[in-house]
């Protein structure tokens, strides 16, 4: 098993570039999620999803938009980037909302 | 609203030392509590978790963790810290909305 994967690694987006954070899982995981991490605020909920056709908002969903078309794949989408998402993120997957997290290796976004 | 706290931002320790890294969650109900580690430029990976039952629970690579209902803490332990025990240390609670919320994290860094 690949467990989660992310693409890419790394990312330098312009302002207002718009890009989608790939995110895929071969664990037959029903919970999906996205974090962003930040010194000193530790994780922080962007968006999840607890079964393929349902998302939902986590902590801070500004700016940030989710899909689930099958239970392996939950891309990140960035409408509009600005400075502030300047991040790493990180997707996870469990069996169900609430159990042990696997979290991929995680995109470090820079946004100039 | 429920909240995780990680009272040291930092921790240096000695080669072979011991350590604790202390935790304290706010919830008035039952929870589950994780200990998460990220070693540099990687994902996070699950170090143990409290569900039910014995309140000590040991995890992977000679870590421990206490659960004290009365005082609200998961404190981890590690009786002899090695050099590659250096990381970060996220604390999680699982709340009564099946959500997990991450504490801020401690950064541990181990002395030659």
């Known amino acids: 098993n690949a467990g989660v994967t992310q693409t890419p690694k790394f990312q330098v987006l312009k302002t207002g570039q718009s890009m989608t954070l790939q995110c895929a899982q071969d664990?037959?995981?029903?919970?999906m999620s996205w974090y962003r991490q930040d010194p000193g605020m530790g994780l922080r909920l962007i968006h999840y999803?607890?079964?393929?056709?349902?998302?939902d908002q986590g902590e801070v969903p500004n700016g940030y938009n989710v899909s689930r078309s099958t239970t392996e794949d939950f891309p990140l989408r960035l409408l509009s980037a600005a400075p502030s998402q300047t991040s790493v993120y990180f997707c996870?997957?469990?069996?169900?909302?609430?159990?042990?997290?696997?979290f991929g290796p995680g995109t470090r976004l820079l946004v100039l | 609203a429920q909240s995780v706290t990680q009272l040291d931002s930092q921790v240096p320790v000695f080669e072979e030392a011991p350590v604790e890294l202390r935790c304290n969650y706010s919830s008035s109900v039952s929870v589950y509590l994780f200990w998460y580690v990220q070693y540099p430029n990687q994902g996070l990976q699950l170090l143990l978790k409290?569900?039910?039952?014995?309140?000590l629970v040991k995890g992977i690579n000679g870590f421990e963790a206490e659960f004290n209902k009365s005082q609200t803490s998961f404190h981890l332990r590690k009786p002899s810290v090695h050099i590659s025990d250096t990381a970060e240390y996220f604390c999680a609670v699982k709340t009564s909305y099946d959500k997990v919320i991450f504490g801020p994290g401690t950064s541990l860094s181990v002395i030659p």
């Open positions: 999803s607890v079964g393929a056709g349902i998302t």
């Open positions: 409290y569900l039910s039952g014995s309140t």
């Open positions: 996870a997957s469990s069996y169900s909302q609430g159990e042990t997290q696997y």
């Open positions: 664990m037959n995981h029903e919970y």
